[in-house]
């Protein structure tokens, strides 16, 4: 006992990650159906990130066919040539091997995210600085929370291939908090070819980067409240040029982009993959159910409307990413974090693995949760999560196995699960705004909200 | 606009805090009072058909004249098979199957529980429709031995002679399965399982052969429970059985379907749950809804269709009580029109309910009726779980003025400075006290854990250990919250924490279990209520009657009381061994809500009591 808290205590991080990787890997193994059951799972698996569809695409691939043409298949190429490495996921070996694969995907996001956390960036930011930086948490429990969070655990066992999105998503960021511009468009580049949805993440991330960007340029490091404006207009000089940076971050993205399709071509005997792989999200032609809104929408919807709403449901999310990156300029994280959110809750594919990556990474944002607990409704939209996950796959099973039940059963259940992700949403935004108002106006500390 | 400005004033107001408790006991007496309006005429309907296909009653029955020699011929032959032994016998009834033109196939079953084991081979046979093609089928199920364990002498002979008489109609669009498991639960439910799987590999507990022969989906299965010797036993009425595994019930029209043609087209009265007079009053069908409320929470078997119903394959079992003047050819062409009605059938049944409580053969109450019941139940939890969390933020030294009133309370004020700008706030707004989770959280996952263990013992201990297993359980369980209580010092805070995780998680589950079997979680809902209202007190005498009625309603002395209460003559050990059974070989979940729910939060309870204790004595 003594030797552990001692070995916890000089290498926590090591006894994390590890403890975190032992329970993905012990329980496959205390529970051999549970990988293949949860791989089934419409909560998890959807038509562009299923581990099933993947194999498909990994057998016909392997037999020299394209692997597009059987219209099961919509992930990006790239990943089959990397699957094939792995030994057949039907065998015992095949199936550890890909949980151990995804485990350490797990890992590197959480290691993204400890470093994320460490660098400060939700807190102080080059233009401003939250008066409760001192109530954020620990890098180690933010890293704590995606790897002990059973979403992602659940997720990570179900082996979607959006977990490779969410990983590279983390690591765009966290490039981008050390202001390392061109890796952060590769690694967000890499996310938006596997899933098309992080390319909406493009402006706040890039906001992101030139925040830090210039806050390393400063030679002061002044932390203490405000600073005054003087000192902005000094510092205003040497900051780096904006349309400069934008054209680089963007040109940078965009090559990188063209060289993994590129890529794919090389691999693949023609085009076939782009409109399988990137109008599939864009147009939604299987409507398979899942958590998300879409889909139970566009089966009652009627031919001559469909591509229509289909313009305004997309509308909809693209209309997030330049607003919340005008309005929290001050906290570009903030920024981020919402949009991801906006992502997990609105794209047409929407899965809990997302959802649960981004309830993780609300944890970055910690210092703010003061604000939230106690003037909004994080609580109860917690225990609404809490009620809907268990309820989703109950209603699931009465819709389609024991037949007593219908689709509206299922839908009405994740009507409320995203309502609940939406109130903490609107939660986070709001903490996140207060707490930028209150540092200007600390007299207003406590007070209710009142429309005036 | 008025009304939510006083609202929005409400927010702060320290009445608030009072009022969980007031809630929750509100919520648990709404939902034991719902229950008890539901036999009112008006918060329940006549039944009614609801499938227009099925048109019940509607056919003449030509089941009569000489089929009644065959009748008496088959069951004199099924008397002298019942004194051959048990090969014999299957061969018997196959050479009189295949004798009578139908293809036929047996299956041999093994399940091992507690030290037990069920043998048994299921014999069945297969009328082809001539319409039919091979793509849907309905059973035709007689067990060897009903569900009371006696020979099954009449309803086996009727069976015969009813597929000898189906074999030679040509109006069939459908298959027609005749299925005689050795008996009333295992037998189905092994061939229940091997018909909609392609193989099922051995364990430890069961041993299932596959089938050798099968039709189309299953549409729908009737159940003949007709005990009566070689000499024959006229009957008075039909009890009709229709609770499957886990609470699931057959399609409402199924059974409405079977009513209608016995008491309409025959003039057979129809009873449930054995309750021969009823007299249509109050207190009789409140009495039908306890009997169904109490078998549907008990989610076994209970009688050989109950294996059909969680494949989605509606099923009721057709049992003749008491004697009267309705003879074996009633019964038969009762069951020849039910059998013409689901060969009318264009899909499978859906119409009608799935979820429904019967107050007597012909009343019911529809799911919007009776659900709110068990959801304002788990709604009790959820409401004092919400008064905790919120108690749980706040400091001691905080909410005792605030509880005092508000008005003659100085407020301190507390400086706050930012930069250049300084500004004065209460205090009160400013702070709140940051909750430690870890500890409750980690506590709550462990005791979860824990409910594994009794589980594990109640499940694959042996017959004759099985009660010992329960008497040790119990002193664990007893003594485990005093001793959680005292090694692990919580605070306060962290004590209403603990609660309130616990109680939003039950609230949850339970609501879930609502959905899935309305029964057990009402009952289970009712059992743990006084979870919601325990709290942690300083004062000994509280704690004590807390920790009482903690006891009395705890998991394992629940067991005690209902083998009192309702299993008197059997015996502990038997009720034991039945649970186990149910658990193991008709994989139902009573005993994991049991012990996988129920029972952490009343351990959880338990310490939040014992907590009081410890503050008290430090």
């Known amino acids: 006992m003594e030797a552990v808290t001692k070995l916890y205590h000089e290498h926590p991080r090591t006894v994390l990650f590890s403890a975190a990787a032992t329970l993905r890997l012990a329980l496959p193994l205390a529970f051999p159906a549970l990988p293949d059951l949860l791989s089934a799972r419409v909560e998890i698996s959807t038509p562009v990130n299923s581990f099933k569809r993947l194999h498909e695409g990994i057998f016909l691939f392997e037999h020299g066919l394209d692997p597009y043409d059987g219209g099961i298949f919509h992930q990006a190429p790239l990943l089959l040539p990397l699957f094939s490495l792995l030994p057949a996921s039907t065998s015992v070996l095949g199936r550890l091997a890909s949980i151990l694969l995804f485990t350490i995907l797990d890992v590197l996001s959480a290691d993204c995210l400890h470093a994320i956390a460490a660098s400060g960036t939700a807190t102080v930011s080059s233009v401003f600085s939250s008066p409760r930086k001192t109530q954020a948490w620990q890098p180690l429990t933010v890293a704590a929370v995606y790897l002990l969070n059973p979403f992602t655990i659940l997720t990570c066992l179900g082996r979607p291939t959006t977990v490779f999105t969410t990983f590279f998503t983390l690591l765009s960021i966290r490039h981008a908090t050390e202001g390392k511009l061109q890796t952060s468009a590769f690694a967000l580049a890499i996310a938006s070819y596997l899933s098309l949805h992080p390319a909406l993440l493009l402006p706040p991330i890039g906001l992101l980067c030139y925040d830090q960007l210039c806050k390393s340029r400063e030679p002061v490091n002044d932390t203490d409240g405000l600073k005054s404006p003087m000192k902005h207009a000094s510092s205003q000089t040497d900051r780096p040029k904006v349309l400069d940076f934008g054209i680089r971050f963007f040109s940078c993205f965009l090559l990188t982009a063209a060289l993994l399709l590129a890529l794919s071509r090389v691999l693949l005997p023609s085009f076939a993959f782009l409109p399988s792989v990137y109008l599939t999200p864009l147009r939604v032609p299987d409507l398979t159910p899942n958590p998300g809104l879409w889909w139970y929408f566009f089966i009652e919807m009627f031919d001559p409307f469909r591509s229509f709403f289909l313009g305004v449901f997309w509308l909809h999310m693209l209309s997030y990413s330049v607003p919340f990156c005008l309005r929290m300029r001050k906290q570009p994280l903030a920024a981020v974090v919402s949009m991801l959110g906006i992502t997990a809750i609105f794209q047409p594919y929407a899965n809990v693995g997302e959802a649960g990556a981004w309830l993780s990474c609300l944890t970055l944002l910690s210092h703010t949760f003061e604000v939230s607990s106690t003037h909004r409704y994080t609580f109860p939209a917690v225990a609404v999560l809490l009620y809907t996950s268990l309820l989703g796959p109950a209603f699931h099973h009465l819709w389609l196995y024991a037949g007593s039940g219908n689709a509206n059963f299922f839908y009405a259940i994740t009507l409320v699960w995203n309502l609940a992700l939406l109130i903490i949403l609107t939660d986070t935004v709001y903490s996140v705004l207060r707490d930028e108002w209150e540092a200007e106006r600390p007299e207003g500390k406590g007070k209710e909200v009142r429309q005036i | ?206 041993n299932i052969s596959a089938l050798p022969l099968k039709a189309g989906a299953l549409q729908a299965a009737v159940a003949l429970d007709y005990p009566a010797g070689p000499w024959g036993q006229r009957f008075s009425s039909l009890d009709i059985l229709y609770d499957g595994l886990n609470g699931a019930l057959p399609n ?323 009720l034991l061994l039945e649970l186990a059974k149910g658990w193991s070989a008709q994989g139902v979940w009573l005993l994991w809500v049991a012990w996988g729910v129920w029972w952490p939060a009343w351990v959880v309870g338990g310490v939040v009591v014992g907590s009081g204790v410890m503050s008290a004595r430090r």
Request: with cysteine.
């Open chain 2, 1 to 206: 606009m008025a009304l939510s400005a006083r609202l929005l004033a409400l927010r702060g107001s320290p009445f608030l805090y009072k009022l969980p408790p007031y809630l929750s006991a509100l919520c648990v007496l709404v939902g034991i009072g719902w229950i008890l309006l539901l036999p009112l005429n008006e918060y329940s309907r006549q039944t009614y058909v609801s499938e227009n296909a099925i048109l019940p009653g509607q056919v003449h029955t030509y089941f009569g004249g000489s089929e009644h020699n065959i009748f008496r011929a088959f069951r004199q032959e099924v008397y002298a098979l019942s004194q051959q032994p048990e090969d014999a016998r299957q061969a018997g009834i196959l050479k009189i199957l295949a004798d009578s033109g139908l293809k036929t196939a047996s299956q041999p079953y093994a399940y091992q529980v507690a030290g037990e084991s069920i043998n048994g081979t299921n014999v069945y046979g297969i009328v082809q429709g001539p319409r039919a093609d091979a793509t849907e089928a309905m059973i035709l199920l007689a067990a060897w031995r009903n569900f009371d364990d006696q020979i099954n002498y009449s309803g086996v002979a009727l069976a015969l002679t009813l597929a000898r008489y189906f074999s030679r109609w040509s109006i069939w669009s459908k298959d027609i399965i005749l299925l005689i498991p050795s008996d009333s639960t295992y037998g189905p439910l092994a061939w229940v399982d091997a018909y909609h799987s392609i193989s099922i590999p051995p364990t430890s507990s069961r």
């Open chain 2, 252 to 574: 409402l029209d199924l059974l409405n379907t079977a009513v209608s043609i016995a008491s309409g087209q025959m003039g057979i009265a129809c009873t449930l749950h054995d309750h021969a007079t009823h007299s249509d009053s109050y207190r009789d069908r409140l009495s039908v809804l306890a009997s169904g409320l109490a078998t549907q929470s008990l989610g076994h078997a209970t009688g050989p269709h109950s294996a059909f119903i969680p494949y989605h394959v509606d099923a009721i079992t057709l049992k003749t009580v008491g004697d009267g003047w309705h003879d074996e050819m009633s019964l038969g062409r009762v069951t020849e029109s039910v059998f013409r009605s689901i060969n009318n059938l264009l899909e499978h049944l859906h119409q009608s309910f799935f979820f429904y409580i019967l107050l007597n053969a012909n009343r019911f109450v529809s799911v919007g009726n009776y659900l709110p019941a068990a959801m304002v139940l788990a709604g009790s939890f959820t409401t004092s779980a919400l008064g905790l969390w919120v108690l749980s933020g706040r400091d001691d030294v905080l909410v005792a003025p605030l509880a005092g009133g508000l008005a003659k309370q100085k407020v301190e004020m507390e400086t706050v400075k930012l930069g250049g700008d300084m500004a004065l706030v209460p205090k009160r707004s400013v702070q709140t006290i940051e909750r430690e989770l870890f500890v409750p959280a980690l506590l709550l996952l462990g005791v979860h854990i824990l409910g594994y263990i009794p589980l594990w013992l109640m499940t694959s201990l042996n017959r004759e250990t099985l009660a010992l297993g329960l008497h040790l359980t119990t002193a664990v369980s007893l003594i485990l919250p005093i001793s959680l209580a005292t090694t692990i010092r919580l605070t306060r805070s962290q004590a209403q924490i603990l609660q309130s995780l616990s109680l939003i998680l039950l609230g949850a589950l339970l609501a879930t279990l609502a959905t899935l079997n309305f029964s057990l979680a009402l009952v289970i809902g009712l059992l743990a209520s006084p979870l919601a209202f325990v709290r942690r007190s300083s004062s000994s005498l509280l704690t004590a009657a807390q920790a009482l009625s903690l006891a009395i309603t705890s998991p394992p002395v629940a067991v005690y009381a209902f083998q009192r209460v309702f299993y008197p003559a059997a015996g502990l050990e038997k």
